[in-house]
């Protein structure tokens, strides 16, 4: 399976058949620890992944692994709890897959969170991190291959995530007094965290926070021409910033504290688009 524009209009069909002709505003990646969003919705479908044609049905601890469409802040939105991450084995082309989908059943906009570890030294973890750039350093490209149809063959990398949507993620964090931190994401393989070394380097390179994810999903949003909005959410100060060995519990600990604030940080971003 290529995970192309063919296979998501395929999964959009088999969507659209429980949502009905409803257009999102926009699409939203939730990443581990931050499905709590998935509640805030009115939910008018919640559509398991393994009813989605292409979508593998199960995923890592903490992902629920279900499109939720509904409304939120007013607006209709679909919501994906659960990625297919490249850390589970899985092609860069199907970790992008979902935004491939949303943007067949009519997003326009695409909300991207992620669980990070912090490479800035002045962060503390449950700090929410407003992602201003990334850097790929999964070596994996989802648009290598034959063009899609509707993709951009050599998209524009200047500015990945919408300056207007930051503005606006500004704007509301303001108003709801949510302090944001902004930095560059850097996107890693995994499944191993990073070495210290590794970390001092990322330091080096401009890195303020470092995943496993993202990355993917918001090269083929670009080549779609979407606009994104990506968030971090800090749950542990990278390798070598702390004494402490890193752990998964720990980074969902972190998120259940964040948790809160996302939630009435995207809530007002949704509601203002
Ligand atoms: N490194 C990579 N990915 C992560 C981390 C980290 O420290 N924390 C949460 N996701």
Redesign the pocket.
């Known amino acids: 399976m290529s995970f192309g524009e063919r296979e998501a209009n395929a999964a959009a069909d088999v969507v659209r058949r429980r949502i009905g002709n409803s257009v999102p505003v926009a699409a939203i990646v939730l990443g581990?620890g931050l499905g709590g969003l998935a509640d805030d919705i009115d939910i008018v479908a919640r559509i398991a992944y393994g009813e989605v044609p292409g979508f593998p049905a199960a995923t890592v601890a903490g992902h629920a692994g279900a499109l939720i469409a509904g409304t939120l802040g007013g607006r209709f939105v679909l919501a994906l709890a659960g990625r297919f991450h490249m850390y589970e084995g899985h092609d860069v082309r199907l970790a992008a897959f979902p935004a491939r989908v949303c943007h067949a059943l009519g997003a326009k906009t695409l909300i991207v969170s992620?669980?990070?570890?912090?490479v800035n030294r002045s962060w503390q973890p449950s700090d929410l991190m407003l992602i201003r750039d990334h850097i790929n350093l999964m070596f994996r490209n989802p648009l290598i291959g034959a063009l899609e149809p509707g993709d951009v063959r050599f998209p524009d990398m200047s500015s990945p995530y919408d300056p207007a949507m930051a503005d606006l993620a500004r704007a509301v964090a303001k108003d709801e007094r949510i302090p944001l931190r902004e930095g560059v994401y850097a996107g890693?393989l995994?499944p191993a965290?990073?070495t210290a070394a590794e970390?001092r380097m990322l330091e080096l390179f401009g890195a303020d926070a470092?995943?496993?994810s993202t990355v993917p999903e918001v090269i083929v949003a670009r080549a779609l021409g979407m606009r994104v909005l990506g968030l971090s959410c800090i749950?542990?100060?990278?390798?070598g910033l702390s004494s402490t060995p890193?752990t998964h519990a720990e980074?969902l600990d972190a998120t259940s504290h964040a948790a809160a604030a996302f939630q009435r940080l995207v809530r007002g971003v949704v509601a203002r688009l």
């Open positions: 581990s992620n669980a990070a570890g912090g890693l995994g965290y990073e970390v470092v995943g496993m749950t542990n100060l990278a390798c890193i980074v």
